[in-house]
């Protein structure tokens, strides 16, 4: 059973920065096509970014394209999301994905695993 723990999120203010850590527990994160997704209040959950197995392709929604970096570490199972230039619009709750599938989607559908999520707080 795989399990993913996220950490990080918190206050920040506009332009500022953070980085989101998911430890992946029960199995080894390289078999997994792993995303991060994000949920604002009375918004559904929409894409943010997604990275494959090996960490050599990556692809991000327009709206963080710039500003979010993911990256993933498979000797310490844990993938990461930088973020800089926060925005207010950027505040919701962050989760990370796990896709033990050869695909390369960016809906919720297409992963298989999800994390508890860490709130992001973004003040103008």
């Known amino acids: 059973q795989v399990q993913l723990v996220e950490s990080g999120g918190g206050l920040v203010q506009a332009g500022g920065s953070l980085r989101l850590s998911c430890v992946c527990s029960?199995?080894?994160?390289?078999?997994?096509?792993m995303g991060w997704f994000r949920q604002a209040p009375g918004k559904e959950r929409e894409f943010v970014a997604t990275?494959?197995?090996?960490?050599?392709?990556?692809y991000y929604a327009d709206a963080v394209k710039g500003r979010f970096t993911i990256s993933r570490d498979n000797a310490k199972n844990t993938m990461y999301l930088q973020m800089n230039s926060l925005k207010p619009e950027d505040t919701a709750v962050y989760y990370c994905?796990?896709?033990?599938?050869?695909?390369?989607?960016?809906?919720?559908?297409?992963?298989?695993?999800w994390g508890q999520g860490t709130q992001v707080t973004v003040s103008s």
């Open positions: 029960g199995r080894s994160l390289s078999m997994y096509r």
């Open positions: 994905a796990a896709d033990g599938g050869l695909r390369w989607g960016i809906t919720t559908t297409e992963f298989d695993y």
């Open positions: 990275i494959n197995r090996s960490g050599g392709r990556t």
